[in-house]
Nanobody, 125 residues
Framework: QVQLVESGGGLVQAGGSLSLSCAAS????????MGWFRQAPGKDREFVAAISRAGGNTAFGDSVMGRFTISRDDAKNTVYLQMNNLKTEDTAVYYC??????????????????WGQGTQVTVSS
């Protein structure tokens, strides 16, 4: 069992930056692939970014490519999402997820087993 706690959300103006963190409990963090997803009101949960265990592979959603980066620190059981040049359409609740996910399936929401409670990101114009 893994518990995930996101932090770092908030209100930012368009063009600004935010950094999200997701802290995981347990001693097996380094065995999980980690992902970030987001969900805006009335929309499906959308893939944002993911990183494989050991960090060898990363993947990004088309809408955030070139603006967001993902990294992990296995010593701290934490995964990070750095969000730059934020746009109003990035407004959503951002969720951290963990799972035994093959690199080919990092974008697939259904392949993740554990989810955080979410953190709100609001980008104003």
């Amino acid at each position: 069992q893994v518990q995930l706690v996101e932090s770092g959300g908030g209100l930012v103006q368009a063009g600004g930056s935010l950094s999200l963190s997701c802290a995981a409990s347990g001693r097996t963090f380094n065995t999980y692939a980690m992902g970030w997803f987001r969900q805006a009101p009335g929309k499906d949960r959308e893939f944002v970014a993911a990183i494989s265990r050991a960090g060898g592979n990363t993947a990004f959603g088309d809408s955030v490519m070139g603006r967001f980066t993902i990294s992990r620190d296995d010593a701290k059981n934490t995964v990070y999402l750095q969000m730059n040049n934020l746009k109003t359409e990035d407004t959503a609740v951002y969720y951290c997820a963990a799972g035994y996910v093959d690199s080919s399936y990092l974008r697939r929401v259904g392949h993740y087993d554990y989810w955080g409670q979410g953190t709100q990101v609001t980008v104003s114009s």
